[in-house]
T-cell receptor, first 108, second 114 residues
Framework: KQEVTQIPAALSVPEGENLVLNCSFT??????LQWFRQDPGKGLTSLLL?????REQTSGRLNASLDKSSGRSTLYIAASQPGDSATYLC???????FGTGTRLTIIP | DAGVTQSPTHLIKTRGQQVTLRCSPK?????VSWYQQALGQGPQFIFQ???????QRGNFPDRFSGHQFPNYSSELNVNALLLGDSALYLC?????????????FGQGTRLTVV
C-alpha cells in the first residue's frame, strides 16, 4: 500500500528566503507526482505535475524534483512571498494518494 | 473556461439523513474523482468515474455511492450520515482516463453533520 509522508508538518520562514518542502513515498512504482497548494477551507490548486520519466519541472519561482529510486520529491520555492503562505500537499498516481501536507507561513 | 465547479459550497445535515453533492468537470475532462478531507488531514480517495462507470474505489463503505452522467458531471451520494462524515468533499477532474494527466480540483463542499 502506497504511503506518502510530508515533513515537517509546519514551517515558518522570513520573506525573501528560498525554501524546500519534502515529500516521500513508500512504493517507487509511481506514474506521476503532483504538488498542490491549499488555502484554508478551500480546494486544491495544482502547482506542478512530474511524470515518472521526468526528474524535475519548473513553473515560475517553483521547481519540483523527483527521485523515484529513493522515493522522494522536493518542492523548491525561490524568493518566498507572504502570498505563498498555504498548505502544500504532494500526491502520487492517478488515484491520488496524498501526504498530510506542510503548512507554510511566510513572515513579512 | 470554467474550471471544476462543485455545489453546494456548504451544507448542514442531521445524522441519519442522506446528501447529494454535485460536480461539473473542467471543459475537456471526462474523468471525475471524489475525495474526503477531514480537518488537518490530506484528502482521502473515495472513488473515480470514467465513461459513467465506477472505475476505482477507495476504502469507503457502501453508504458512499456515485454517478456520472453522459455530460461527464458527477454526483456523490452519502446515505445514513454519521457525525464522522463531516468533512470537506473535493471533486477532481482529469482527461481521457490516462495515467499521467494533471488533476484539477473544485473548491469543495463543506458538509457538517449534526
Amino acid at each position: 500500500k502506497q504511503e506518502v509522508t510530508q515533513i515537517p508538518a509546519a514551517l515558518s520562514v522570513p520573506e525573501g528566503e528560498n525554501l524546500v518542502l519534502n515529500c516521500s513515498f513508500t512504493d517507487s512504482a509511481i506514474y506521476n507526482l503532483q504538488w498542490f497548494r491549499q488555502d484554508p477551507g478551500k480546494g486544491l490548486t495544482s502547482l506542478l505535475l512530474i511524470q515518472s520519466s521526468q526528474r524535475e519541472q519548473t513553473s515560475g519561482r517553483l521547481n519540483a524534483s523527483l527521485d523515484k529510486s529513493s522515493g522522494r520529491s522536493t518542492l523548491y520555492i525561490a524568493a518566498s512571498q507572504p502570498g505563498d503562505s498555504a498548505t502544500y500537499l504532494c500526491a502520487v498516481n492517478e488515484k491520488l494518494t496524498f501526504g498530510t501536507g506542510t503548512r507554510l507561513t511566510i513572515i513579512p | 473556461d470554467a474550471g471544476v465547479t462543485q455545489s453546494p459550497t456548504h451544507l448542514i445535515k442531521t445524522r441519519g439523513q442522506q446528501v447529494t453533492l454535485r460536480c461539473s468537470p473542467k471543459s475537456g475532462h471526462d474523468t471525475v474523482s471524489w475525495y474526503q478531507q477531514a480537518l488537518g488531514q490530506g484528502p482521502q480517495f473515495i472513488f473515480q468515474y470514467y465513461e459513467e462507470e465506477e472505475r476505482q474505489r477507495g476504502n469507503f463503505p457502501d453508504r458512499f455511492s456515485g454517478h456520472q452522467f453522459p455530460n461527464y458531471s458527477s454526483e456523490l451520494n452519502v446515505n445514513a450520515l454519521l457525525l464522522g462524515d463531516s468533512a470537506l468533499y473535493l471533486c477532481a477532474s482529469s482527461a481521457a482516463g490516462a495515467m499521467n494527466t494533471e488533476a484539477f480540483f473544485g473548491q469543495g463542499t463543506r458538509l457538517t453533520v449534526v
